[in-house]
């Protein structure tokens, strides 16, 4: 696996310039489209499977691809949280835990039956300890290529499911290697569309919002909005978790655990 050389991925751009264009273009139109007058907010299924009716959440289980803020990363977007949930805390679930935190590389399973869903979760298992070896040999080659930044957008709501931070690749040599191992566990799960990089930080209640509520949501927002953040991620610590709601995430193993017998594990 070479995680340097120039990438198109299927469904999406295919360099960081179109990248950056298109998801600073969604999030932008998301924050829009609540401000507008006559507001219609509908609640998806996407939030009632994972969210009660007085925002606790509910047992929601699954297995996904992520990369782990650092402690001093969470902690910084915790109190981004916080200061949100002090403005909007009516309309917001119960809070996630910020040490849980993390960026989404590739989504794989989930569902509210987890006794259907064992068999997807255990051949999904079994493909991506395969595809973490390859990233850790990939990784002992090319040490340089385990450090990647992303840096923030905005904040927005995302699909009336969630508050996001958005994110984007700092560079080209970024996007390349965050797209390698993106593509790489589509021979898993093979997802019809490509990664809106992003910390979730609050899922809504299961309400719908009416126009006053809107225009505080967009407010808060925009006012809000970090300046420019940078994360540095470390591409060792991409993990294979395994989740019992949105807040209870269990790593199986990750890139570092998997690197083959006598290389390098950083």
Known sequence: MDLTTPVVLVRGPGSVEEYGATVRREAEGSLAWISRPGLDWHVPHG????????????????????????????AGIGRLQAALRSRLGALLAQPLDPAAFHV???????????????????????????????????????????RVRLRSTCLYPSCNISIVLGLVPHSEADFRILAHAYAAFDSAVRLEYWPRLHVTLDYFRPEPLGQAEGARLHETLVTLAPSLLTLELDLWDLSYQRFESMNVYRTLFTVRSSAPHGRDRP
Do not use: Q, Y
């Not at 939030?47 to 691809?65: I, N, Q, W």
């Not at 991506?128 to 290529?145: N, T, W």
């Open 47 to 74: 939030l009632r499977v994972k969210v009660e009716a007085d925002g606790s959440l509910r047992p929601f289980h699954g297995d996904t691809v992520v990369l782990p803020l650092t402690a001093s990363d969470a």
């Open 104 to 146: 989404t590389l590739h989504d794989l399973s989930s569902g509210c039956d987890l006794p259907l869903l064992v068999p997807r979760l255990e051949a999904n298992e079994a493909v991506c300890r395969i595809e973490f070896a390859r990233l850790a040999a990939a990784l002992a080659d090319h040490p340089e290529c385990a």
